[in-house]
């Protein structure tokens, strides 16, 4: 029997969690996002509830790694090799949510060779790992910070490259290993290390809600969710349709969302200003205002877009000072938004470039 999921659009507050969430369904490009609060604040119920907002996908009818039948650059080596005539049957299928477990070892990862049988037969077979079931889909982890480093390591190399490459002893195989990393964690049983935390792309720090009234909203809503569940999530069927409605809207029109010159100096010169390191948080801004965008149904990124990425892409690659925090407001970002912008020149607002596909040229001229 399934279990039953909370809906998403039930979850009282978190706006910020809720935000990275639905920007990583829209564009899973961006690259995770990595929730750090206490116990009891919604963490794993809104990774449960997003995936079940997320639509159907086509996938390749007889290929265990659900690769894309529209891009048969990404295909797993069984398709290769199956369908080089170009030949296939497709299906659709729910998007897959996968939870990861604590315990998992490498090779329960990223899956095994049996290298036996391609020595005394010649035959390639692979056994499919969590990357694999994944793929397309949504890779949850709970209390990732108590997970081995080397396997978050693996996860995240997979997250940025959308692939997965098992090699041993001189034999090979790689499969697509694309998916949404939502990884929740409580900071009182430890942390995880710097160079893991900048990987993830987004982060949000979640506490409990102080509003009594928002407090008895989250009593009310999980007493009738457990008394009972399907006519709990009946009553918030048309709200719920209407945001994965949205969602699959978004996904489609995100990678044509445009940009200007001035956007991505105004995202440079608010990095630069903050002294963040490396550039991996300028492009995780950008596209999460694309996706912001998309999500709101429009062509171009605005201020706004970019502000509200930032604030989810950037507490985590800020170095805080002696007993400072090292969060920023919206209202703070604004106006460090608007000082890179003055910098940039008050001439003609740049040329504008528009967002593509990740196998083409970036910032093609929009025609």
């Not at 889909?137 to 490459?165: F, I, P």
């Not at 009553?235 to 994965?244: V, Y």
């Not at 200003?273 to 171009?300: E, P």
């Amino acid at each position: 029997m399934a279990r039953a999921v909370f809906p998403f659009t039930a979850i009282v507050g978190q706006e910020r969690m809720k935000r990275a969430l639905i920007l990583n369904a829209v564009s899973p490009q961006i690259g995770g996002v990595l929730i750090r609060g206490e116990r009891g604040t919604a963490k794993s119920t809104a990774a449960r509830a997003l995936a079940a907002l997320l639509p159907d996908i086509e996938v390749v009818a007889d290929c265990r790694f659900g690769c894309d039948p529209d891009r048969r650059n990404e295909w797993c080596d069984d398709c290769r090799v199956r369908h080089a005539d170009g030949t296939l049957q497709t299906t659709m299928r729910r998007t897959s949510f996968i939870d990861l477990p604590v315990s998992a070892t490498e090779d329960r990862v990223v899956g095994t060779l049996d290298i036996e049988k391609a020595i005394q037969r010649g035959e390639k077979v692979f056994e499919p790992g969590i990357l694999a079931s994944a793929n397309r889909g949504l890779l949850y982890v709970d209390e990732v910070n108590l997970l081995d480093d080397h396997v978050v390591d693996l996860l995240l190399d997979s997250a940025a490259m959308g692939v997965n490459v098992v090699e041993r002893e001189g034999i090979s195989f790689s499969h697509p290993a694309k998916f949404i990393l939502v990884g929740t964690m409580n900071p009182e049983e430890g942390d995880i290390r710097p160079q893991l935390l900048d990987r993830f792309a987004f982060c949000v720090q979640i506490t409990g809600l102080l509003d009594p009234e928002q407090r008895m909203q989250i009593m009310e809503r999980r007493i009738a969710f457990e008394m009972d569940p399907d006519a709990f999530r009946s009553q918030w069927t048309s709200q719920e349709k209407r945001l994965s409605d949205q969602i699959a809207g978004a996904r489609e029109r995100v990678n044509q969302v445009c940009y200007t010159r001035r956007d991505l100096a105004a995202i440079a010169g608010l990095t630069a200003s903050l002294k963040v390191d490396g550039h991996r948080a300028d492009l995780v801004i950008l596209r999460g205002a694309q996706a912001h965008a998309a999500f709101y149904g429009r062509n171009c990124i605005s201020d706004e877009d970019i502000v509200l990425a930032a604030e989810l892409a950037l507490p985590h690659r800020i170095k805080a000072r002696p007993f400072q925090d090292a969060s920023f407001t919206v209202y703070e970002l604004q106006e460090r938004l608007e000082q890179a912008q003055s910098e940039w020149g008050s001439g003609e607002p740049g040329e504008q470039l528009e967002s593509s596909e990740p196998d083409t040229p970036a910032g093609k001229k929009k025609r």
